[in-house]
């Protein structure tokens, strides 16, 4: 690819050039200025709060998380740079504010579609139900990530092909991903309403984290809450939460919170009756089971979470 572009991977893997380096001191900022007005200021007395061991698992999964994202870039740049160079029909350049914005526009719309694919495929469940394993919300529950994004990749890569550069796509998913921490809170209510209307807030991401029937598969927004209304996807916050999973989690081992799920549907796929059977345990929304009596399927049972 020439030594330019070696310069181009070392410079995309260097944390320096990552928006969420510069974040993190505002992210343990905000953990305490969370812990000091749960503690001090008046709020609702119905909120989830803070639990040591959960907040610290949260945290230890979000360093993992970091190892894992960049072993990711460096396969996903060489496919980027490839369809980038010697594919895309043009190349964006990015000097100017609305290039800036189309790739922060571009990631979000295939962040959507992506968050979309990891609640209603399995296989894809799998790896993401470790954001959602705690009962709690708060800040230190935005850092419990998961690390395994290898689905990741495929979502972005009409990106490279329309002439984003690998660059301003990594720098435009740190934006998303730092924009999401603060969505983590149930200490801000409902915004004004058309910042309700357009952007992902608290409300909307607290639903999104509800395992409650009526919130199951709703709003994956990153920035943009209007995908969710375009697409169908979008509940509004109609009561309170109940966060985590439909089922208990209850351990703080996270070996188990990252690939316990993996156990499961190796399991499941390896006592299929059928090849067919296998694929759907894998692509098929997490719940899914094989008929019993004969007939087909049903292929929209309630997700996991």
Same mark, same amino acid.
């Given at each position: 690819?020439?030594?330019?572009?070696?310069?181009?991977?070392?410079?995309?893997?260097?944390?320096?050039?990552?928006?969420?380096?510069?974040?993190?001191?505002?992210?343990?900022?905000?953990?305490?200025?969370?812990?000091?007005?749960?503690?001090?200021?008046?709020?609702?007395?119905?909120?989830?709060?803070?639990?040591?061991?959960?907040?610290?698992?949260?945290?230890?999964?979000?360093?993992?998380?970091?190892?894992?994202?960049?072993?990711?870039?460096?396969?996903?740049?060489?496919?980027?740079?490839?369809?980038?160079?010697?594919?895309?029909?043009?190349?964006?350049?990015?000097?100017?504010?609305?290039?800036?914005?189309? *790739?922060? @526009?571009?990631?979000? &719309?295939?962040?959507?579609?992506? %968050? $979309?694919?990891? /609640?209603?495929?399995?296989?894809?469940?799998?790896?993401?139900?470790?954001?959602?394993?705690?009962?709690?919300?708060?800040?230190?529950?935005?850092?419990?990530?998961?690390?395994?994004?290898?689905?990741?990749?495929?979502?972005?890569?009409?990106?490279?092909?329309?002439?984003?550069?690998?660059?301003?796509?990594?720098?435009?998913?740190?934006?998303?991903?730092?924009?999401?921490?603060?969505?983590?809170?149930?200490?801000?209510?409902?915004?004004? *309403?058309? @910042?309700?209307?357009? &952007?992902?807030?608290?409300?909307? %991401? $607290?639903?999104? /984290?509800?395992?409650?029937?009526?919130?199951?598969?709703?709003?994956?927004?990153?920035?943009?809450?209007?995908?969710?209304?375009?697409?169908?996807?979008?509940?509004?916050?109609?009561?309170?939460?109940?966060?985590?999973?439909?089922?208990?989690?209850?351990?703080?081992?996270?070996?188990?919170?990252?690939?316990?799920?993996?156990?499961?549907?190796?399991?499941?796929?390896?006592?299929?009756?059928?090849?067919?059977?296998?694929?759907?345990?894998?692509?098929?929304?997490?719940?899914?089971?094989?008929?019993?009596?004969?007939?087909?399927?049903?292929?929209?049972?309630?997700?996991?979470?």
């Amino acid at each position: 690819m020439g030594a330019m572009n070696w310069a181009a991977l070392n410079e995309v893997l260097s944390p320096w050039a990552n928006p969420v380096t510069y974040a993190i001191p505002f992210f343990l900022l905000s953990i305490g200025v969370e812990l000091a007005a749960l503690k001090w200021l008046d709020h609702d007395d119905n909120v989830s709060g803070y639990m040591r061991k959960d907040a610290m698992a949260s945290i230890w999964m979000g360093l993992g998380s970091l190892v894992s994202t960049i072993i990711l870039k460096a396969a996903a740049f060489v496919v980027y740079i490839l369809l980038y160079l010697y594919v895309a029909p043009w190349h964006l350049q990015m000097n100017t504010w609305w290039a800036w914005a189309l *790739a922060i @526009v571009g990631v979000d &719309f295939f962040y959507y579609w992506q %968050h $979309r694919f990891v /609640h209603r495929a399995r296989v894809g469940w799998a790896a993401h139900q470790a954001h959602h394993s705690s009962e709690y919300m708060n800040f230190a529950t935005a850092l419990r990530q998961k690390w395994n994004p290898w689905f990741d990749l495929f979502f972005w890569l009409p990106l490279p092909l329309l002439g984003v550069s690998p660059g301003a796509i990594y720098a435009a998913f740190g934006v998303n991903l730092i924009f999401q921490f603060f969505v983590h809170t149930e200490l801000v209510g409902k915004l004004w *309403a058309p @910042v309700e209307f357009v &952007f992902n807030t608290p409300s909307h %991401h $607290r639903v999104h /984290h509800g395992s409650d029937q009526i919130y199951l598969d709703r709003n994956y927004a990153g920035i943009l809450i209007v995908w969710d209304r375009l697409f169908g996807t979008f509940q509004v916050e109609l009561e309170r939460p109940k966060y985590g999973l439909t089922y208990k989690v209850e351990t703080y081992n996270l070996i188990k919170l990252q690939y316990g799920h993996y156990a499961d549907l190796w399991r499941d796929v390896r006592h299929a009756a059928s090849w067919g059977d296998r694929v759907r345990y894998l692509f098929m929304p997490p719940g899914w089971e094989p008929a019993r009596d004969g007939s087909s399927p049903d292929p929209e049972p309630a997700a996991a979470a």
